[in-house]
């Protein structure tokens, strides 16, 4: 009995134990429950740190860029402090999302924001099986949380609090909604804040376009972004994209085919930077800034705050059409580049390279200014320096990256020889516009942003030489009704002093010095004879022309009322010469330059309308008569290297007309143009029209003393004419851009004669072309 007893006892004993233990379990798991529930209770109250309120999670606040959208629907750049366009669930491809649901949470669609069994795994076994942070997590944590706690504490309340928020971003979106805000928020370096960013970026594609192994890339980079970089590790992220390839396969989104398929292509990335001085269309996206920043002020939000487009997402939908512009800033660049090497060549033994024509000593003084007028002058102005000590440290050898037209390159040598390198380069200003609606089509304001500021399209005016003369010409048709077949004698001819404001007589030369015979309105206009134009200009007078070109779109406050003025020496930009020509092919009717379609909000409501703004200039029939008048200069003129392939071998062709023959048809493509060189080869121009495109081209170096040293390099039909024509054998090669080759309009009563065959044709008519040469 005794025996029965103690064993009764002893398991009494042991009963009692277990239920202690299993008391002392309970209380523990019941406190560590009340602790985990007070926790998210305190968290949800605030008590940690400020929790969203329901309205910053309906509309949780991110910066989004501005984007600059093309005619054709591409986008040119974005204005950002962070470059975060954001897309809808309908724009990303199927294979992105199941990558990322594959990858990083995939019950996903299971849970409500907190995976309870990948939570349970985490805390197991410490995070070495997979971490517990769901994509609603994760989106919490990028959308609230600012700075990651670094000690455990603080980051296990974190944790909470992202918990807690996960939940209430299930309850406030859908799933498609919470992977469309996960994709937008994410930050995948190199200015690359969203999908949208990054497959420009990486792929230079929209996120639609992308393939189901790049989708794997971009979704491998979430891990972190920063150590899984196809730019610094490829190696790593080609692993990584595997993996991901992998985990699609594993979720049955892939077969283990197409795994395998996938996983042997080469990863390749087409990395496309996005900073403000890189990309397409820099020189007018910096001109769009400035049209922005003016609307912006006159058009404040309904709450009477202003707009902001580096962080309101705003979508510029502009006038550029993508292609267009691809196809100018490869014509620039491509005949910029070969007439950089001519002219290097020509000036290795000039002693005053890069200038021409001056002495040692206005040399130096060119360059002083230079250093005065440099941002590395200020700096050190502002920083108490003497201009002694500045100066000197101009010849002090420093490290530097250059800019050639092989890309940028690291160099050593002193900031003052850095002035002469620079100087020495060409530029261009090129703007392409379709005349009827006013449309700027391309805008290119100079060979490289990064390094050359300046734009050359709006902000720069060089003197235009010849290419101001059929403003003279349509003055006098408006006038007396001239007709092209007119003729007017080659000789000499002088306006007297005291004469249309004249100080002193005034009798200008013709380049080729010849002065016999007659010519017709058309062939003077052709061969840009001087004597004719001023002819005209005495009959008509300066200030009739002024008023017309005024109407045409030109600034003409620094256009002083003489007859000089018909030989160019007004200083016009680009932009106001393709305006004014453009007019001419719109039968008349000035069309203000439209660079701006419209403007939206964030949520695609409409904040501007372009209204086209017109004027009646000239009628009908003048300015039909004008185009009829610069069809001759690509018919007999200096434009005829338009036409044909004479030449094709000569070794200046090759040389200097890049992309050299044209072959523009004289049946096929109308072509109405006129080239411009200016005093001492210093600006090179071209105006060249089709019926439904007016482009004009200048070309020159900064200082007006960098110029080549003969006219038969420096004129207008060498250094701007080419850029012209590789550019419109472009356009008119694409069938996307569908350019048409039709005659330009013609008035249904046209009065004034254009056929010269039977018209008072001078005897001069049938002499041959007159050597390029002879531009002016």
């Known amino acids: 009995m005794a025996k029965t007893s ?118 197991v076994y410490l995070g070495q099986r997979g971490g517990a942070s769901t994509i609603t997590q994760q989106l919490a944590k990028q959308l609230f949380t600012q700075d990651v706690s670094q000690n455990f ?89 595997n993996t991901v390839l992998g985990q699609m396969a594993k979720n049955d989104y892939i077969t283990e085919e197409e795994r395998d398929s996938l996983q042997q292509i080469p990863m390749e990335i087409t990395f496309t930077p996005q900073g403000h ?76 390279a890069p200038f021409r024509d001056i002495s040692g000593e206005e040399r130096e003084k060119i360059i002083r200014d230079a250093m005065r007028r440099s941002e590395r002058w200020r700096i050190l102005k502002e920083q108490g320096k003497s201009n002694e000590e500045i100066a000197a440290s101009f010849e002090k050898k420093t490290q530097m990256q250059v800019f050639t037209w092989k890309g940028n390159k690291d160099t050593v040598m002193t900031p003052k020889d850095s ?12 703007m392409s516009m379709t005349p009827q609606t006013g449309e700027v089509k391309a805008w290119v304001g100079g060979i490289n942003f990064k390094h050359f500021k300046y734009d050359h399209v709006k902000q720069g005016k060089r003197q235009v030489g010849s290419t101001f003369k059929p403003f003279v010409y349509a003055t006098a048709i408006d006038q007396l009704h001239l007709s092209p077949c007119d003729t007017l004698p080659r000789s000499l001819h002088t306006i007297e002093a005291g004469k249309h404001n004249n100080q002193n007589d005034w009798t200008p030369k013709n380049s080729d010095g010849k002065y016999n015979g007659m010519l017709s309105l058309k062939r003077g206009l052709a061969e840009s004879v001087n004597t004719v134009t001023a002819r005209l200009i005495d009959r008509t007078g300066p200030k009739p022309v002024i008023d ?90 200096s434009g005829t290297r338009l036409r044909g392939d004479w030449g094709v071998n000569d070794p200046y062709y090759k040389a200097i007309m890049t992309g050299y023959p044209y072959n523009f048809s004289n049946s096929e493509i109308p072509i109405a143009g006129k080239t411009g060189t200016t005093q001492n080869q210093s600006d090179g121009w071209f105006m060249g029209m089709v019926p439904t495109l007016a482009t004009g081209v200048w070309v020159g170096a900064e200082d007006r003393a960098v110029h080549f040293g003969s006219i038969r390099y420096g004129q207008g039909a060498a250094m701007a004419l080419p850029i012209w024509g590789l550019y419109m054998k472009k356009v008119y090669a694409d069938p996307q851009i569908n350019v048409p080759k039709g005659p330009f309009p013609r008035p249904e009563v046209v009065t004034i004669q254009t056929d010269c065959s039977s018209y008072g044709k001078a005897a001069s008519e049938n002499e041959d072309s007159l050597p390029d040469e002879l531009d002016f």
């Open 277 to 352: 001085d890189e990309g397409v269309a820099t020189y007018f996206r910096v001109y769009l800034q400035g049209f922005m920043k003016d609307w912006i002020e006159k058009n404040p939000k309904p709450d009477g705050t202003k707009y902001n487009i580096y962080r309101d997402g705003l979508k510029i939908y502009t006038s550029i059409d993508s292609r267009m512009q691809k196809y100018a800033e490869e014509a620039v660049h491509a005949h910029l580049a070969n007439l950089q090497k001519e002219f290097d060549k020509q000036n290795k033994n000039n002693k005053t």
């Open 153 to 241: 504490v603080g980051r296990v309340l974190q944790k909470f609090k992202e918990w807690i928020i996960a939940t209430r971003l299930e309850r406030q979106y859908t799933k498609e909604e919470i992977i469309t805000m996960y994709f937008n928020q994410y930050d995948f370096l190199y200015q690359a804040v969203g999908i949208k960013s990054a497959s420009k970026i990486y792929f230079d594609k929209d996120p639609m376009e992308l393939k189901p192994e790049e989708s794997a890339v971009l979704v491998g980079m979430l891990v972190n972004s920063s150590y899984y970089n196809p730019m610094r590790r490829p190696e790593l992220v080609e692993q990584r994209r």
């Open 419 to 430: 002035i002469l390198y620079y100087k020495s380069f060409f530029n261009a200003g090129m």
């Open 548 to 637: 017309l070109v005024e109407k045409l779109g030109v600034d003409t406050r620094e256009i002083p009322e003489v007859p000089a003025i018909a030989l160019g020496a007004a200083e016009i930009s680009v932009f106001e010469m393709v305006s004014a020509y453009s007019t001419f092919v719109n039968e008349g009717v000035y069309v203000k330059p439209m660079i701006v379609s419209r403007i939206e909000d964030k949520n695609g409501t409409i904040l501007y309308q372009h209204v086209p703004e017109t004027r009646d200039v000239l009628s009908k029939e003048a300015a039909y008569v004008t185009v009829n008048l610069l069809e001759g200069v690509t018919q007999f003129g």
């Open 6 to 123: 103690g064993k009764a006892k002893e398991k009494a004993a042991k009963r009692n134990e277990y239920g202690r233990y299993k008391s002392w379990f309970w209380t523990i798991f019941a406190i560590g429950i009340s602790a985990i529930v007070l926790l998210f209770l305190l968290a949800s109250w605030g008590v940690f740190g400020t929790m969203p309120t329901f309205e910053e999670l309906e509309n949780p606040e991110t910066n989004l860029a501005t984007e600059i959208i093309s005619s054709d629907g591409k986008s040119l750049g974005k204005y950002y402090n962070e470059n975060r366009t954001p897309v809808k669930f309908e724009e990303l491809p199927d294979h992105l999302v199941k990558a990322l649901v594959a990858t990083e949470d995939e019950r996903f669609y299971e849970h409500a924001g907190i995976d309870a069994k990948g939570t349970m795994r985490a805390a």
